[in-house]
């Protein structure tokens, strides 16, 4: 069965970029599916970080549009998330998913294990 | 920007039926969907479009929408079904894409 995991640095200074890998095993991401990423601060509910698809353009939620960039590696079976100028609000655990197609939207229905960063110097 | 709105904790005894709810303006229109979080874990679909339970999902879990407020019912709620939920759904675009605030159930 498809599995998620990520992987990157756990501590990210302010003003650097925060960079994730998600490596999927178990299914061809250029098959098919979108995948995406979330984030769930400290004590806080998760807040969906954008999606993308192996040949279409990403889309992200507005609020970190301007600082986020989701690409994809088919090669690698990998897809990635760099996060500019970081500051303490954005220490999260970092989680990667596969979105589903329902009527009208995509939900998430297997997600990573989660990867914890935090921003500190 | 949408919204989805949960009740911060619900508490039953063991045994009983426990309900949480989650109210949106787009959920006439749109699915919800449950997820359970157990601590320190990554969260868990318990419920897609509404009311459909995935593969190893009990069927004491169930999930039901009617207007505006979609309910999560655990029938004989135990120890082991204490977690935070959360729903999920978008607003009426579909590009939107939110998460509840999340409710903590306690069974004690």
């Known amino acids: 069965q498809v599995q998620l995991q990520e992987s990157g640095p756990g501590l990210v200074k302010p003003s650097e970029t925060l960079s994730l890998t998600c490596t999927v095993s178990g299914y061809s991401i250029s098959s098919g599916y979108w995948w995406g990423w979330i984030r769930q601060p400290p004590g806080k509910g998760p807040e969906w970080i954008g999606s993308i698809f192996h040949s279409a353009s990403p889309y992200y939620t507005p609020s970190l549009e301007s600082r986020v960039t989701i690409s994809i590696d088919t090669s690698k079976n990998q897809f990635s998330l760099k996060l500019t100028s970081v500051t303490a609000a954005d220490t999260a655990v970092y989680y990667c998913?596969?979105?589903?197609?329902?009527?009208?939207?995509?939900?998430?229905?297997?997600w990573g294990k989660g990867t914890t960063v935090t921003v500190s110097s | 920007s949408y919204e989805l709105t949960q009740p911060p904790s619900v508490s039953v005894s063991p045994g009983q039926t426990a309900r949480i709810t989650c109210s949106g303006n787009a959920l006439p229109k749109k699915y919800a969907y449950w997820y359970q979080q157990k601590s320190g874990q990554a969260p868990v679909l318990v419920i897609y479009d509404d009311s459909k339970r995935p593969s190893g999902i009990p069927e004491k879990i169930s999930g039901s929408s009617s207007g505006t407020m979609a309910t999560l019912t655990i029938s004989g709620a135990q120890v082991e079904d204490e977690a935070d939920y959360y729903c999920?759904?978008?607003?009426?675009?579909?590009?939107?894409?939110?998460f509840g605030g999340g409710t903590k159930l306690t069974v004690l």
């Open positions: 999920y759904s978008t607003d009426s675009s579909g590009n939107q894409r939110v």
């Open positions: 998913a596969r979105d589903s197609p329902s009527i009208g939207l995509y939900y998430m229905d297997v």
